[in-house]
């Protein structure tokens, strides 16, 4: 099992579709998981972390399952300019160590 | 205005030519870290480091290498390029928020460079 899997997607929705981004990661003592996004072309930068007890950023939720070691992102209302490469993003070590490890990236297109 | 610079943002080179990418940040940020992002592969990790004269192997460290001399700066060393290094690069900082064992997360990205070894 890769230690960080994403779907590659792409996903294509229309405008004000709610979507669903899962992530699956292999060391089960990863300590901190993240959402970074990344448009065409550019650096990626963090959307949101994600915390044990989930939490939610405007139209976008972050939940994590320690369990099943998946976290996912959920974005509702989909706006155009929320096309981008979502990353899912796990710290498969301690604090302290910091090696972050990324996914490959899911791929999101929202159509008009 | 925080943030990571590197240089050069795009640049040419033939196999064997020594080059130097240059990473500065003015964050007072302790970690910096550089990344490769090649097609289907996503995001690797080419070493990081924790502080100043502390640096790190990531994931692909074959073939560079790195100092941290200065808190603010992370150059990243290809002493004989190939081919294969042909790729976009990104230098990274982060404060991490290590006080009390918390960490932030938030990587702060530079914009990139783009490498070609001919």
């Known amino acids: 099992r890769k230690e960080v899997e994403q779907d590659p997607g792409p996903f294509n929705v229309p405008e004000g579709a709610t979507v669903a981004f899962n992530c699956t990661y292999s060391?089960?003592?990863?300590?901190?998981f993240f959402w970074y996004r990344q448009d065409c072309r550019k650096e990626p930068k963090l959307l949101m972390s994600?915390?044990?007890s989930g939490n939610e950023d405007g139209r976008f939720t972050a939940q994590l399952n320690r369990a099943s070691q998946y976290i996912s992102l959920l974005i509702r209302d989909s706006k155009l300019s929320d096309s981008a490469t979502y990353l899912c993003?796990?710290?498969?070590?301690?604090?302290?160590?910091?090696?972050?490890?990324f996914g490959k990236g899911t791929k999101l297109s929202v159509i008009p | 205005e925080a943030q990571v610079t590197q240089n050069p943002r795009y640049l040419i080179t033939v196999t064997g030519k020594k080059l130097t990418v240059t990473c500065s940040q003015n964050?007072?940020?302790?970690?910096m870290s550089w990344y490769r992002q090649d097609p289907g592969l996503g995001l690797r990790q080419i070493y990081y480091?924790?502080?100043?004269?502390?640096?790190d192997k990531g994931d692909v460290p074959e073939g560079y290498k790195v100092s941290r001399k200065e808190k603010r700066n992370f150059p990243l060393i290809l002493e004989s390029p190939s081919p294969n290094q042909t790729s976009l690069y990104f230098c990274?900082?982060?404060?991490?928020?290590?006080?009390?064992?918390?960490?932030?997360?938030?990587?702060?990205f530079g914009e990139g460079s783009r490498l070609t070894v001919l």
């Open positions: 480091s924790m502080n100043v004269e502390v640096t």
């Open positions: 994600v915390y044990s």
């Open positions: 060391n089960s003592a990863s300590q901190s």
């Open positions: 993003v796990v710290n498969p070590r301690r604090a302290g160590s910091y090696q972050l490890t």
């Open positions: 964050m007072n940020h302790e970690y």
């Open positions: 990274a900082s982060s404060s991490l928020g290590l006080a009390g064992g918390s960490n932030t997360g938030e990587l702060f």
